[in-house]
């Protein structure tokens, strides 16, 4: 019974221990430290990607604030048009880790993302600049075509008099008194 139960310790120090934090249950919530990410080194590009562009608004959204700031009556005291401000910068960062660090459904999303992106086909340089030509190409030879269609309406139209006023034509084609 004792060789049993040495036997099942010695199995259980050789598993490898799981990388959820929190309560045991997988979740970024519960105990531990407020900083703790959820996930660690998985999804690291959509997550660093999301954390620029949530931080560019951030720090828009605090130069907001400390402009508009000084239409208030105490918007000419120093300490609070700097600390308003950074205080609304200082939330930020915090809400922007809370979602990109910790909460598991926007996380376990960025992380299926990444590895959708990993699985697309990209085109190369090549085939993206072939398919730029042939769309500039089309869209010039479309607006030409209906520009030609539009002129032959306005000659129609203003030969038989529901155009009173064709001046706009004139530019184009003259008005036949050379």
Do not use: C
Not at 5 to 16: D, F, G, L, S
Not at 29 to 41: M, Q
Not at 149 to 165: A, E, R, T
Not at 172 to 178: E, T
Request: charged letters at 20%; zero cysteines.
């Amino acid at each position: 019974m004792a060789d049993q139960v040495q036997t099942e310790a010695k199995a259980e120090e050789r598993r490898p221990r799981s990388r959820a934090t929190g309560s045991g249950k997988g979740h970024g919530g519960g105990g531990g430290s407020p900083f703790r990410i959820y996930k660690p080194g998985q999804g690291i590009r959509v997550r660093w990607g999301t954390a620029i562009g949530a931080g560019v608004l951030s720090i828009s959204g605090a130069f907001f604030v400390a402009n508009k700031i000084q239409i208030f009556a105490f918007g000419d005291d120093l300490y609070v048009r700097t600390l308003v401000p950074v205080g609304v910068l200082l939330a930020a960062a915090y809400l922007i880790f809370w979602v990109v660090g910790r909460k598991p459904g926007v996380i376990d999303f960025m992380i299926a993302t990444e590895g959708e992106m990993k699985k697309v086909n990209w085109s190369t340089r090549r085939e993206v600049w072939g398919a730029t030509r042939v769309v500039i190409v089309t869209v010039l030879a479309l607006a030409t075509l209906l520009f030609v269609v539009d002129v032959m309406f306005m000659l129609l139209f203003g030969s038989i008099g529901v155009l009173k006023n064709v001046k706009i034509l004139q530019l184009f084609i003259g008005d036949g008194s050379s």
